[in-house]
C-alpha cells in the first residue's frame, strides 16, 4: 500500500509564508504528477498547483505569483511554498499523487489525509 503524509500546515498571519511537505511512501514503483488541492468551509475543493514528474509546473488563478509547487524525487515529495498568505487562503490542503506500484501496471490517485492551513491576526 502507498500513502501520503503532509506536513507544515499551521496558523500564520496575513502576509506571512508556510511550506508545506508530501511525501509518498511504500511500495511505490514511480510517481507521476504530484499536486495540491485545498477545501474552506462550505466550497469545493479546487486545484492549487500541480508539478509532473518532469518538473512542469501549473498553477490555479488564485495562488500564481505567490505560491510555487516543487518535488524531489528522490525523496518522493513534493512542496508548496506560499508567500503573502491572505486569509482566503484558508483551507485544508491536500496532497494528490498519481502512483504506480510496484508489481502492478495501472496508475492509480492517492490522497493525503490534508493539513490545515489558517491565515488568521
Known amino acids: 500500500q502507498v500513502q501520503l503524509v503532509e506536513s507544515g500546515g499551521g496558523l500564520v498571519q496575513p502576509g506571512g509564508s508556510l511550506r508545506l511537505s508530501c511525501a509518498a511512501s511504500?511500495?511505490?514503483?514511480?510517481?507521476?504528477?504530484m499536486s495540491w488541492y485545498r477545501q474552506a468551509p462550505g466550497k469545493q475543493r479546487e486545484l492549487v498547483a500541480a508539478?509532473?514528474?518532469?518538473?512542469?509546473?501549473m498553477y490555479a488563478d488564485s495562488g500564481r505569483g505567490r505560491f510555487t509547487i516543487s518535488r524531489d524525487n528522490a525523496k518522493n515529495t513534493v512542496y508548496l511554498q506560499m508567500n503573502s498568505l491572505k486569509p482566503e487562503d484558508t483551507a485544508v490542503y491536500y496532497c494528490?499523487?498519481?502512483?504506480?506500484?510496484?508489481?502492478?501496471?495501472?496508475?492509480?490517485?492517492?490522497w493525503g489525509q490534508g493539513t490545515q492551513v489558517t491565515v488568521f491576526s
Open positions: 511504500g511500495n511505490i514503483f514511480s510517481i507521476d504528477t
Open positions: 508539478i509532473t514528474s518532469g518538473g512542469r509546473t
Open positions: 494528490k499523487a498519481g502512483i504506480r506500484r510496484r508489481g502492478v501496471t495501472n496508475q492509480e490517485t492517492y
